[in-house]
Every structure is written in C-alpha cells, then in structure tokens.
C-alpha cells in the first residue's frame, strides 16, 4: 500500500491562515467602529456620560463637602461664591449633593440594566432555541408579568422591603429584563434554523452549547443596543421611586430623590434645588439613548456585511 504525499493534510494552521481568518474579524469591527464614529449623536452620548460619570465620582475628589451632618445655619442660600449651586433646606451643598447623588444613580442605572440584560438574555435565547411548550411556558410567564404596570410592581417592592443601593438594584433588574427576554427569544427563533446550529446539534451538540456558542453570541448586538436602553430606563425608575419617597435613605439620595426635595420649594424661589438634578436625569438619560443609536446603526452595518 502506498500512500500519495499530497494528499496528507496538515494538522495545523500556519501563523499566515490564522492572520488571514482573523483579518476579516478586525476589518468588521473597525467599520462598525468608524459607523459609530460618524454618529455625531452617538459621540455626543459618549461625551456626556464621560462628563457626568467624571463629575460624580472624580468630582468629590477635588470639591469636599460635609454630606453627612447638617447645618441649619446654611439653609437654603443661593448660588454664589463657597456653594456654586447653593445649599438646600439643611444646609448639604447641592453640588457636593448633586455628585452623591449621581453616583447612586449611575451606580444602579449601570447594575440593573446589566442585571436585567443577563437574566432577559439567558431566558429568551432557552426559550427561543427550545420551542415547543417550554416556549409557551416560558413566554406565558413573561405575558403575565409584563401584563402587570412595572412601576406598581416596583413601588410595592420598595415598600415592602428597606431601600438600599442593592435592593434597589435587585428589584429593577428582577423586573426590567421582561423586553430583553422578548428581543432575544425572537432572535433565537430565527438563529436556531441556521445551517450551522444545524450541523451542530446533529454532531452530538446540546443544547446548552447551542445557546451558549451560537444563540447568544450572535445576538449579541440586539443585546448590546438593548441593555444601553435598559440602563436608560433604570436611571428613569430609580428616579421614579425616589421622586414617590422610595429610594435610598437619608443621608444618602440620588437624583430623581432631590428632584422630589426641589419640586417643594418651587413656589419659595429656591430654583437651584430642582432643575440640577432635573437637567442631570435628562443629560444621563439622552447619553445613553444617543449611545445605543449608534451601536445600532454600527452593529447593522456589521451584520450586513456578513
């Protein structure tokens, strides 16, 4: 028996096809990042969640302030020199106050939409890849709750249990990752039909591997455009709350809580104390709608090309 040289193939790939493969890669993902680029909006976004972030936590390291113990003595002074925003109704500067507080905002904003993200993510990709009546089982659990206000759900949790930082990131993300679970559910219907989950599953694959390497990575831009908006409407809710007496407790706050503390001194002319924080929520808020836009219109782009 002889055996014909050419036709043994190589084991391994040389260093030049592996560059060669990768190539493609990098060339897709510099062109979602230069689609990105050229979203004036989306720069925009970037521009202010950097200065927002940079403000609230880089902020106190250069501006120190007592946010801890009052003094009646600096009630409600008006902006000038020592208190550039002024001070509130127990003397707390506002704008030491108004770093506290976007820290909270940020901080739970930015944990609950990754919160809701993850567990909306795993839930429609098994229910979407499944089928069948654990779909239906799955999707009926996600009907009856999104049947039900979110906000009322949200408040009889807050009520019911001490707010804190985590609670309150506990209770948006056990909620808020119902739209997710439905966006990522319709993507895995259209994916697990796909040739290559096909071959897949009849190589021995399973179902969890489908999921894992197939369902969930290439969706991964619905996802991603989808948890900026997530992070959106948790900044939103905590403010929600806040504003209704349900957020963190003194002296800790965040902004949808001194927009609730402003709105009481509107008609004794103490303007500081309200459009601050009012203006922080909706810069936030934009920002991050502005990102989302334009990873939307980066990640189309990607797709497309593929």
Same mark, same amino acid.
């Given at each position: %028996? +002889?055996?014909?040289?050419?036709?043994?193939? @190589?084991?391994?790939?040389?260093?030049?096809?592996?560059?060669?493969?990768?190539?493609p890669? $990098?060339? *897709?993902?510099?062109?979602?990042?230069?689609?990105?680029?050229?979203? /004036?909006?989306?720069?925009?976004?970037?521009?202010? =969640?950097?200065?927002?972030?940079? *403000?609230?936590? &880089?902020?106190?390291? =250069?501006?120190?302030? !007592?946010?801890?113990?009052? !003094?009646?003595?600096?009630?409600?002074?008006?902006?000038?020199?020592?208190?550039?925003?002024? +001070? !509130?109704?127990?003397?707390?500067?506002?704008?030491?106050?108004?770093?506290?507080?976007?820290? +909270?905002?940020?901080?739970?904003?930015?944990? #609950?939409?990754?919160?809701?993200?993850?567990?909306?993510?795993?839930?429609?990709?098994?229910?979407? =890849?499944?089928g069948?009546?654990?779909d239906?089982?799955?999707?009926?659990?996600?009907?009856?709750? %999104?049947?039900?206000p979110?906000?009322?759900?949200?408040?009889? &949790?807050?009520?019911?249990?001490?707010?804190?930082? +985590? %609670?309150?990131?506990?209770?948006?993300?056990?909620? #808020?990752?119902?739209?997710?679970?439905?966006?990522? /559910?319709g993507?895995?219907?259209?994916?697990?039909?796909?040739?290559?989950?096909?071959?897949?599953?009849?190589?021995?694959?399973?179902?969890? $591997?489908?999921?894992r390497?197939?369902?969930?990575?290439?969706?991964?831009?619905?996802?991603?455009?989808?948890?900026? =908006?997530?992070?959106?409407?948790?900044?939103?809710?905590?403010?929600?709350?806040?504003?209704?007496?349900?957020?963190?407790? @003194?002296?800790?706050?965040?902004?949808?809580?001194? *927009?609730?503390?402003?709105?009481?001194?509107?008609?004794?002319?103490?303007?500081? &104390?309200?459009?601050?924080?009012?203006?922080?929520?909706?810069?936030?808020?934009?920002?991050?709608?502005?990102?989302?836009?334009?990873l $939307?219109?980066?990640?189309?782009?990607?797709? /497309? $090309?593929?």
């Amino acid at each position: %028996m +002889t055996i014909n040289p050419e036709a043994i193939v @190589p084991s391994t790939v040389g260093p030049e096809a592996a560059a060669a493969d990768e190539e493609p890669i $990098r060339s *897709l993902w510099r062109q979602g990042l230069a689609v990105f680029a050229e979203n /004036r909006l989306a720069l925009v976004g970037v521009g202010l =969640f950097v200065l927002l972030a940079g *403000l609230c936590f &880089l902020g106190p390291l =250069f501006y120190h302030t !007592d946010q801890v113990h009052t !003094d009646l003595t600096q009630v409600h002074l008006g902006p000038g020199k020592g208190h550039p925003l002024g +001070t !509130d109704g127990v003397g707390y500067d506002q704008l030491g106050r108004l770093m506290l507080g976007g820290q +909270t905002s940020i901080i739970v904003g930015l944990a #609950a939409g990754i919160l809701a993200t993850f567990v909306g993510t795993i839930w429609g990709a098994v229910a979407g =890849f499944a089928g069948g009546w654990v779909d239906s089982a799955m999707m009926r659990v996600v009907d009856a709750m %999104m049947s039900i206000p979110s906000l009322f759900l949200f408040m009889l &949790l807050a009520a019911i249990v001490t707010p804190s930082v +985590t %609670m309150l990131i506990v209770i948006i993300g056990a909620f #808020a990752w119902l739209g997710p679970a439905r966006l990522v /559910r319709g993507e895995a219907l259209t994916l697990r039909s796909r040739e290559y989950v096909q071959a897949m599953r009849a190589m021995g694959g399973t179902g969890g $591997r489908a999921v894992r390497k197939h369902i969930v990575p290439n969706a991964i831009g619905t996802v991603i455009v989808n948890a900026t =908006f997530q992070v959106a409407d948790a900044i939103l809710y905590v403010a929600y709350l806040s504003f209704l007496g349900l957020g963190v407790p @003194p002296p800790a706050t965040n902004w949808g809580g001194m *927009l609730s503390d402003g709105l009481e001194n509107t008609y004794s002319g103490h303007w500081w &104390l309200l459009y601050p924080p009012g203006v922080a929520i909706i810069l936030i808020v934009l920002a991050f709608n502005f990102i989302g836009d334009g990873l $939307r219109d980066a990640f189309e782009v990607r797709l /497309r $090309r593929r």
